[in-house]
């Protein structure tokens, strides 16, 4: 690989950014490749999350400047900066690969933000790594202002996620099915830890294991360390290794419960939920075939890749405990000297996974329906009916508006979305008796989600070169539930022309 191009370091970066952390590349080397970003030939700022610089200690103003955009792109880094490509395995729709890692991307460094929380600040579409394989190690302004979009919209809901600070065009034009301009996306996260991470770990102490000349064999040890450190450090004091160990395990089984019952409560469909896209933080990350429900359907699919449906809207709490099987897996070793034991103190913990879940998606969806006061079991057989009366027939979204409103009093819009209207009837009748609270519901159904029509709306203007949508359907989405004159048509659902959306991800 002919990679070059050392980055220059650049005395006058933005300030905020003297003194990127390393701690992860400190603590476990064996995953993070010192790596350079590609030249972007001419630069542009195409977004940039002022909010969330301004959270970062960053001026927005200097990231305007030249150096802020050589910033943006990797290829002008404050000093002392040690960017790295990270390492990972994964699991893709089931099978192991084990060596992905970022063939597009790089971790630029860790900074603290205004609460001294530490931040990861990477870079995607910054050009190929050893890792990349067949890929261009490139991004299309598209695909980059998408994961901008759909990311702060989820924060704005409430979902952890990764955070996007800024998109910017290279300059370049990368290969697709057709010609498409390139672009960078900067983007904020707690820390790129992934199940992925622990299984490529686990993959190299294997190797030692076999060959004791190899350095590492405690290569999972630390990566847990670091990630107790940066996660979970109320775990730190726990004396004994194995126990601390399954501690650090729950926390991540508790974090991705509570993860995927918010996707489920707003109607999210990931796409991709490979281990390598499954964070130890309980972040949402890697925003490639993402999509918003439309119709409330279980089974509903937007990835053009998953054929099988593997990782459809209903699959997504079975699939992520699978993945939390799969990080057990490569925590084994950790958990208890003999095999066996740890076999039985993982598959314990994870059984924590079910209860979790079903607690949490049962809470809100209470709260969803105003109902807040009523215990769990009359909430999910209102729940339940709810869903068999709206599946396949009522847009998810705007159907709980809609009861909102028949919470006070008119029911006529509700009622009117579904077919079976004396089954409605009969429910409403059931659910008013409760006396649903609607401002409450107000404040946690969303009016405007990122819809998929909007969406692509706004990428196709932003790849030829009209931002405006995109800025507008930004707008929309920094206030999901605050109902504002002028945004009427970003609360409708699709219109029936839209037709059966598709997105593509890698690209
Ligand atoms: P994803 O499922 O999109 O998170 O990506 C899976 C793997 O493919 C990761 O290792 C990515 O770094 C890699 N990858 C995706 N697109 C590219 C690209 N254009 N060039 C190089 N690597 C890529
Ligand atoms: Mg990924």
Redesign the pocket.
């Known amino acids: 690989m002919s990679h070059t191009s050392p980055a220059s370091t650049d005395l006058q970066s933005p300030r905020g950014l003297d003194g990127l952390g390393s701690t992860f590349a400190d603590a476990v080397p064996e995953l993070a490749l010192p790596w350079t970003a590609a030249e972007a030939p001419t630069p542009r700022l195409l977004a940039l999350n002022e909010t969330l610089a301004g959270d970062l200690g960053l001026d927005p103003a200097e990231l305007r400047t030249d150096a802020g955009l050589g910033l943006l792109v990797g290829t002008r880094l404050p000093a002392g900066a040690k960017p790295v490509a990270q390492g990972y395995a994964g699991h893709q729709f089931g099978g192991f690969a084990p060596r992905?890692?970022?063939?597009?991307?790089l971790l630029l460094g860790e900074l603290h933000d205004r609460h001294g929380r530490r931040r990861d600040l990477h870079l995607k579409g910054s050009g190929?790594t050893p890792?990349?394989?067949g890929?261009?190690?490139?991004a299309a302004v598209g695909p980059m202002l998408r994961e901008y979009v759909v990311s702060e919209a989820l924060h704005h809901l409430g979902v952890p996620t990764t955070r996007a600070l800024a998109v910017t065009a290279t300059g370049a034009m990368v290969r697709r099915e057709v010609p498409l301009p390139g672009a960078v996306l900067a983007r904020v996260a707690s820390s790129h830890l992934r199940v992925g991470s622990f299984q490529y770990a686990r993959a190299l102490d294997q190797a030692s294991d076999q060959q004791p000349d190899e350095p590492g064999g405690d290569v999972a040890r630390r990566l847990a360390d670091h990630a107790i450190a940066r996660h979970y450090p109320e775990l730190a004091s726990i004396g004994s290794d194995d126990e601390r160990y399954l501690a650090f395990y729950r926390s991540v089984v508790s974090a991705q419960a509570a993860l995927v019952a918010r996707w489920m409560l707003v109607g999210f469909v990931h796409g991709?939920m490979?281990t390598?896209?499954v964070t130890i933080s309980g972040e949402t990350i890697?925003y490639?075939p993402c999509a918003f429900l439309d119709v409330f359907d279980p089974t509903a699919v937007f990835s053009s890749i998953d054929e099988g449906g593997r990782y459809a809207f209903g699959n997504q709490p079975p699939i992520t405990e699978w993945n939390l099987a799969r990080l057990a897996e490569a925590l084994l070793p950790l958990l208890h000297e003999q095999q066996e034991q740890a076999v039985e103190l993982a598959v314990e913990a994870l059984g924590g996974f079910r209860e979790q879940y079903a607690e949490a998606w049962s809470t809100g969806m209470r709260a969803k329906l105003g109902i807040t006061h009523v215990d769990a079991e009359v909430g999910d057989a209102l729940v339940d009916d709810l869903f068999g009366l709206i599946r396949g027939q009522a847009d998810y979204t705007s159907y709980f508006r809609a009861l909102g409103r028949a919470a006070r009093g008119n029911l006529s819009d509700a009622r009117d979305r579904v077919l079976d209207v004396a089954g409605f009837d009969a429910w409403a009748t059931r659910w008013s008796s409760l006396q649903p609270d609607a401002d409450a519901m107000d404040r946690v159904n969303p009016i405007y989600i990122a819809r998929n029509h909007l969406v692509e709306e706004a990428l196709t203007d932003a790849t030829a070169g009209d931002l405006t949508a995109f800025e507008r359907l930004n707008d929309a989405l920094a206030r999901p539930f605050d109902e504002r004159a002028g945004f009427e048509r970003y609360a409708e659902p699709a219109p029936d022309s839209f037709g059966p959306y598709t997105t593509y991800?890698?690209t």
């Open positions: 992905l890692g970022d063939g597009r991307a190929r890792w990349a394989r890929g261009d190690g490139l991709v490979n390598d896209n890697d490639g991800c890698g």
